[in-house]
């Protein structure tokens, strides 16, 4: 079963730009300049039910911009997406109850006085989480994420402010997790512990996750299949081990490696 | 009902998130009651034998610290900073936590106001009639949803400019001009009394204090609600199409 499906997904915007100096300046006023800056140019792929897909390229290749059209959060210029049957940009509520949508860089949004446990609530009311599974979910998450329910989210370090906007996303279960550097800023330690949390829940409940990191033993860990954008373009699609071959033999072995110590 | 507990969910919120920020709020109830209580001063010393221009002074501090708004910090910087995507991704209209957020402000202003309304009010030896605050309760109500439409409506300009706070710095000084902070309507020159009864700034600020010092209701909430729904629709326009540039360029 077939859960994302981009076909031929565009996405340019303009950008206004004018040269150094007083004269530019005031010239700009009068006639503005603008570039078209193409994010995404015609990328097709497809994830089926239960995948954990890695989204890899260097900064500013529209690993992000992808992430979020696919989340509701931005509207293509040209292209078709689905994401669970529904057009993302809608954003109805029944479709963003079933996915989630975590950035490593604004892990917890929201108000910053409350308490975890405060955030964790607002989430059940939101999401409509019955509260027997809401207990039930949250006493699994905090032994796994291990959260300290009292704490004021101001107060968090990354990796705590990571770990509750984990639990923020998975309290209500959903089907697809969008994950933009989860484990950026966090220290060897943290980003393990992330990583081994991830693939512990992708088995226990099949959800679909499309995950971008820069962090090699993040994707080699958690992704059999890779997906790689260059500069808005697909440049690769398929299985890990493939590209790892593609490589020099070098690279590979160290891929390899650090594969097998994340296990 | 389950947008009635998102509502107070969010209210209580936001009433703790701005319990840490408590001597923000005094100056903000500060900067509310200056420009009604330099009216009072001038207007009471224009008009020294005249107890109702204290009446309409008290209630127009204590109406403005009721209707505060300030989207043009709360939203609009959500636009700026993008941290209104985490909105957009929650199951619920966006407006709603706007609400929420306004209306704890709100509380917090008119808890902390209210000793200096108390205070003016006992100085000044004003009286209120209980039938006349009683009547301008509606009123009131309609001004503070006029107020936050009209605020958030020109906060809504964060999509296409990043200088909010001039814009809405001007909208707000044509509510002081023009919604009886400046001077009561009645005592203004004839044909800007006529302009200012038209336009929607009397109903924010004016129009309830004069009901609540005792002025003859004459059914002016038509009025209120007329604007009302003028702005509503305008917002929501204006909403769309913002929400259609941010969903387009991103943040």
Known sequence: MTVVEVDELAMSYRAPVRNGGLRAALGSLVRREYKTVQALDQVSFTIGKGEVVGFIGPNGAGKTTTMKILSGILHPTAGRVAVLGDTPWQRRAPFLKRIAFVRGSQPVGGSQELTVMDSLEYQRLLYDVARPDFRRTLDELQQLLDLQLDRQLRALSLGERMRVGLAMALIYRPEVLFLDEPSIGLDVTAAAQIRRFIADHVRTTGATVLLTSHYVADVTSLCERLILIDQGKLAYDGPFAELSARLSPYAADLLESLREEDR | ?251
């Open chain 2, 1 to 251: 009902m389950r947008t009635l507990s998102l509502l107070t969910f969010r209210i209580r919120q936001q009433v703790l998130e701005w319990s840490g920020a408590w001597w923000f709020l005094l100056t903000l109830v500060v900067q509310a009651v200056i420009a009604p209580l330099i009216g009072l001063f001038i207007w009471s010393a224009v008009y020294p034998d005249d107890p109702s221009i204290t009446r309409y002074y008290v209630a127009i501090i204590l109406v403005t610290l009721m209707t505060e708004s300030f989207e043009q910090h709360t939203f609009s910087n959500r636009v700026y900073d993008g941290t209104l995507s985490h909105e957009l991704l929650r199951p619920q209209p966006v407006v709603l936590g706007v609400i929420g957020e306004n209306l704890a402000i709100r509380g917090w202003l008119t808890l902390l106001g209210a000793p200096i309304v108390l205070v003016t009010a006992i100085a000044l030896h004003t009286t209120f009639a209980w039938q006349s605050v009683l009547l301008a309760i509606p009123g009131i109500a309609l001004a503070a949803v006029l107020i936050f439409l009209f605020t958030f409506l020109l906060s809504l300009t964060a999509f296409w400019t990043d200088r909010v706070h001039p814009v809405v710095g001007f909208g707000s000084q044509l509510a002081f001009l023009f919604g009886g902070t400046a001077a009561p309507i009645g005592l203004l020159p004839d044909g800007w009394a006529r302009i200012a009864e038209a336009l929607p700034f009397y109903g924010m600020h004016g129009l309830p204090a004069e009901i609540a010092s005792g002025k003859q209701y004459d059914g002016s909430l038509g009025y209120q609600l007329g604007w009302v729904a003028v702005l509503t629709i305008a917002a929501a326009a204006v909403w769309r199409a913002g929400i259609r540039r941010y969903t387009a360029v991103g943040s």
